[in-house]
């Protein structure tokens, strides 16, 4: 069998000048079936088309025809920042597109490119909401104007569509260097000593450099960087955290201030640490998510436990009921750790985006790829309030997933990872590829020296523990395959299966590598224990002090109302678990024992504590927490009180 690499260059999000392992993009890592293949399937069928409706019927499209004939003035629709959700659409639209070559998206893509270009001005400018006559002028308000966010996201749809459809005709990549070039005229070393009130035109110039070959972007993104910190932006309510201009990137100890815009700043750094060599600030870097990750961060992966301000609280502030965790700041905590992955090659990265991917980016869309949710309470005390298929929530923190929101960031952000998801699979480097998340998969690429490796992934993950890995070809000499054996999988096992030896081994958590010259035929077969198991908090997270989480695999697992009938309540606050029985797992589902806690109504909440529970435990049912509310509206919580 002749087997040849798609592409020299990954059809990836990320593509760093340098580090310990290179991605492996689209053309390399196809996503086959399974969890993630049923989820890409409805964001390419179902939500790409609905995120296009809503941007057309809410205006936020139109705005840019708008502009040629000058009715932005009266007739613009949106907040100031919603050019970026039309950005967000088109780099979805670009992944999509390299995964499927599907016809119809890609006229929609140049459709939607042409109605962008008209509004791009002769020097570059390029926005709806600022810069006309009876418009706020250019650059005016940083703070909040997100004029720069926005060509952030516009950089990256343009990176996008090059990796996946290079030297393609639809003038992208020329409107976002336009663009580009204009913020280096304007916000360069001569030029405003200023940043953005949201962090991601970092992201985006850093990544536009690789993709072009124009280091101006990259130094141009390394001022921003080194910008934060000097306080140039108007100190606000909250603090100049809330921006990240407190203090330098590379003298903070840990994520703090709003939760999308530190990590969408950290992901920058690593971008220009990276690939300008700054190895201190990596190292900085690197400090501050060990800490974000032991005292800032959910169980689920969500980040963010303050509504006011969408922002991390202090160490240990980690309240179940009051959790933000808003979806866009999980996948900006992905974009953050993969960068550190290819950096350094170190699995404790990979864990946390495994537990993100599961936990908040697949519990933001409904089934059917329609609705969302925005923030991602780990506790509901009253039954969420079912929200207008055709409406727009004003609300963030709706209490069931909505269609759309005044607010809509996450929506296509979902999307555009989920269509780019493929290139988060694998990795390679000089010795051989890396398996770092489990989907059914095939996987066919090359090493740095040239030689051919194929094999397909065929797993249940997580529904089973089983991954497969099958080599379709012939190697000359010996490669590595390395795969990740999450924190929570101790006692995993290793099988290998070739011509003429079989060998099992239990292997430890973290990377496993299995040296060999494989050839077609040759299997190797990794088994993680999924059975259930009970997690305690850290005792300073006071807030959920008492009670347990049940997760198994990647998944955490919720209690939901709609199952507490053999209890003889409809509420999860009138339960305790019963850890006198572990949790078992049987037809499916897991199952836990609860018992009714004593409580009364009273005139005061405050008193002695009852003692003991008033009726024997019964056993229910958990669900996957990126499952709760499918089956109507319930009270729900991942934290459960121990039993007297």
């Given at each position: 069998?002749?087997?040849?690499?798609?592409?020299?260059?990954?059809?990836?999000?990320?593509?760093?000048?340098?580090?310990?392992?290179?991605?492996?993009?689209?053309?390399?890592?196809?996503?086959?079936?399974?969890?993630?293949?049923?989820?890409?399937?409805?964001?390419?069928?179902?939500?790409?088309?609905?995120?296009?409706?809503?941007?057309?019927?809410e205006?936020?499209?139109?705005?840019?025809?708008?502009?040629?004939?000058?009715?932005?003035?009266?007739?613009?629709?949106?907040?100031?920042?919603?050019?970026?959700?039309?950005?967000?659409?088109?780099?979805?639209?670009?992944?999509?597109?390299?995964?499927?070559?599907?016809?119809?998206?890609?006229?929609?893509?140049?459709?939607?490119?042409?109605?962008?270009?008209a509004?791009?001005?002769?020097?570059?400018?390029?926005?709806?909401?600022?810069?006309?006559?009876?418009?706020p002028?250019?650059?005016?308000?940083?703070?909040?104007?997100?004029?720069?966010?926005c060509?952030?996201?516009?950089?990256?749809?343009?990176?996008?569509?090059?990796?996946?459809?290079?030297?393609?005709?639809d003038?992208?990549?020329?409107i976002?260097?336009?663009?580009?070039?204009?913020?280096?005229?304007?916000?360069?070393?001569?030029?405003?000593?200023?940043?953005?009130?949201?962090?991601?035109?970092?992201?985006?110039?850093?990544e536009?450099?690789?993709?072009?070959?124009?280091?101006?972007?990259?130094?141009?993104?390394?001022?921003?960087?080194?910008?934060?910190?000097?306080?140039?932006?108007?100190?606000?309510?909250?603090?100049?955290?809330?921006?990240?201009?407190?203090?330098?990137?590379?003298?903070?100890?840990v994520?703090?201030?709003?939760?999308?815009?530190?990590?969408?700043?950290?992901?920058?750094?690593?971008?220009?640490?990276?690939?300008?060599?700054?190895?201190?600030?990596?190292?900085?870097?690197?400090?501050?998510?060990?800490?974000?990750?032991?005292?800032?961060?959910?169980?689920?992966?969500?980040?963010?436990?303050?509504?006011?301000?969408?922002?991390?609280?202090?160490?240990?502030?980690?309240?179940?009921?009051?959790?933000?965790?808003?979806?866009?700041?999980?996948?900006?905590?992905?974009?953050?750790?993969?960068?550190?992955?290819?950096?350094?090659a170190?699995?404790?990265?990979?864990?946390?985006?495994?537990?993100?991917?599961?936990?908040?980016?697949?519990?933001?869309?409904a089934?059917?790829?329609?609705?969302?949710?925005?923030?991602?309470?780990?506790?509901?005390?009253?039954?969420?309030?079912?929200?207008?298929?055709?409406?727009?929530?004003?609300?963030?923190?709706?209490?069931?997933?909505a269609?759309?929101?005044?607010?809509?960031?996450?929506?296509?952000?979902?999307?555009?990872?989920?269509?780019?998801?493929?290139?988060?699979?694998?990795?390679a480097?000089?010795g051989?590829?890396?398996?770092?998340?489990?989907?059914?998969?095939?996987?066919?690429?090359?090493?740095?020296?040239?030689?051919?490796?194929?094999?397909?992934?065929?797993?249940?993950?997580?529904?089973?523990?089983?991954?497969?890995?099958?080599?379709?070809?012939?190697?000359?000499?010996?490669?590595?395959?390395?795969?990740?054996?999450?924190?929570?999988?101790?006692?995993?096992?290793?099988?290998?299966?070739t011509?003429?030896?079989v060998?099992?081994?239990?292997?430890?958590?973290?990377?496993v590598?299995?040296?060999?010259?494989?050839?077609?035929?040759?299997?190797?077969?990794?088994?993680?224990?999924?059975?259930?198991?009970?997690?305690?908090?850290?005792?300073?997270?006071?807030?959920?002090?008492?009670?347990?989480?049940?997760?198994?695999?990647?998944?955490?697992?919720?209690?939901?109302?709609?199952?507490?009938?053999?209890?003889?309540?409809?509420?999860?606050?009138?339960?305790?678990?019963?850890?006198?029985?572990?949790?078992?797992e049987?037809?499916?589902?897991?199952?836990?024992?609860?018992?009714?806690?004593?409580?009364?109504d009273?005139?005061?909440?405050?008193?002695?504590?009852?003692?003991?529970?008033?009726?024997?435990?019964?056993?229910?049912?958990?669900?996957p927490?990126?499952?709760?509310?499918?089956?109507?509206?319930?009270?729900?919580?991942?934290?459960?009180p121990?039993?007297?």
């Amino acid at each position: 069998m002749t087997i040849h690499t798609i592409t020299p260059a990954p059809q990836a999000p990320v593509v760093p000048g340098r580090g310990r392992l290179r991605p492996l993009g689209l053309g390399d890592v196809r996503i086959t079936g399974g969890f993630w293949g049923d989820r890409q399937s409805v964001n390419g069928r179902h939500t790409l088309e609905h995120i296009g409706s809503r941007l057309e019927s809410e205006g936020w499209l139109p705005n840019f025809d708008l502009a040629p004939t000058g009715g932005l003035v009266e007739g613009r629709r949106g907040r100031e920042f919603s050019d970026s959700e039309v950005y967000k659409y088109l780099e979805a639209l670009a992944w999509e597109i390299g995964r499927t070559d599907d016809p119809t998206l890609e006229q929609r893509f140049h459709d939607v490119v042409a109605r962008v270009a008209a509004v791009q001005e002769e020097d570059g400018y390029l926005n709806t909401r600022f810069g006309r006559p009876g418009q706020p002028p250019r650059w005016s308000d940083l703070e909040w104007g997100h004029e720069l966010y926005c060509l952030g996201h516009l950089f990256q749809s343009a990176v996008a569509r090059e990796r996946t459809r290079p030297g393609s005709d639809d003038g992208l990549l020329g409107i976002a260097r336009a663009a580009a070039d204009l913020v280096c005229a304007e916000f360069g070393a001569d030029g405003r000593d200023a940043i953005c009130g949201h962090a991601e035109v970092e992201v985006g110039l850093a990544e536009l450099s690789r993709v072009t070959g124009d280091r101006r972007y990259l130094a141009q993104a390394r001022l921003f960087v080194e910008r934060h910190g000097r306080k140039t932006l108007r100190d606000i309510e909250w603090g100049r955290k809330y921006f990240q201009d407190d203090i330098a990137v590379r003298d903070a100890k840990v994520l703090r201030g709003h939760a999308v815009r530190a990590n969408y700043l950290a992901s920058g750094a690593v971008d220009v640490a990276v690939d300008v060599g700054d190895n201190e600030l990596l190292k900085a870097l690197r400090r501050q998510w060990d800490r974000t990750i032991a005292r800032r961060t959910y169980i689920t992966g969500g980040q963010g436990s303050h509504h006011q301000d969408e922002a991390f609280g202090d160490d240990w502030e980690l309240p179940p009921d009051r959790a933000y965790s808003e979806t866009c700041a999980g996948i900006g905590s992905i974009m953050f750790s993969w960068r550190l992955l290819l950096a350094g090659a170190d699995p404790r990265h990979a864990d946390l985006i495994e537990r993100t991917l599961y936990n908040v980016v697949a519990t933001s869309p409904a089934p059917d790829g329609r609705a969302f949710y925005y923030a991602n309470t780990l506790h509901q005390r009253v039954p969420g309030i079912p929200a207008d298929p055709d409406g727009t929530s004003p609300r963030a923190s709706s209490s069931l997933r909505a269609p759309w929101f005044d607010v809509s960031c996450c929506p296509p952000n979902v999307a555009r990872t989920l269509a780019s998801l493929d290139a988060y699979i694998a990795t390679a480097d000089a010795g051989g590829v890396q398996l770092h998340q489990y989907a059914p998969a095939s996987v066919r690429t090359s090493l740095d020296d040239g030689r051919i490796v194929a094999f397909d992934v065929d797993t249940a993950y997580p529904a089973d523990g089983r991954i497969t890995v099958t080599h379709m070809s012939d190697a000359d000499a010996a490669w590595t395959l390395s795969l990740r054996v999450p924190a929570w999988a101790a006692g995993a096992t290793l099988r290998i299966v070739t011509s003429d030896s079989v060998q099992q081994r239990s292997v430890d958590t973290g990377m496993v590598e299995i040296r060999h010259a494989f050839r077609s035929g040759d299997l190797v077969q990794l088994d993680l224990p999924m059975a259930p198991r009970v997690s305690s908090p850290d005792g300073r997270i006071d807030a959920v002090r008492g009670c347990v989480a049940v997760e198994r695999g990647p998944e955490v697992l919720a209690l939901e109302s709609v199952d507490l009938g053999p209890a003889g309540v409809d509420d999860v606050g009138r339960v305790a678990i019963d850890l006198d029985t572990a949790p078992v797992e049987r037809d499916g589902k897991v199952w836990v024992r609860v018992a009714r806690l004593p409580l009364a109504d009273g005139r005061w909440p405050y008193g002695e504590e009852p003692a003991g529970t008033d009726a024997e435990s019964v056993e229910v049912p958990l669900v996957p927490y990126h499952e709760w509310a499918e089956r109507g509206p319930s009270t729900m919580r991942v934290w459960i009180p121990e039993a007297p």
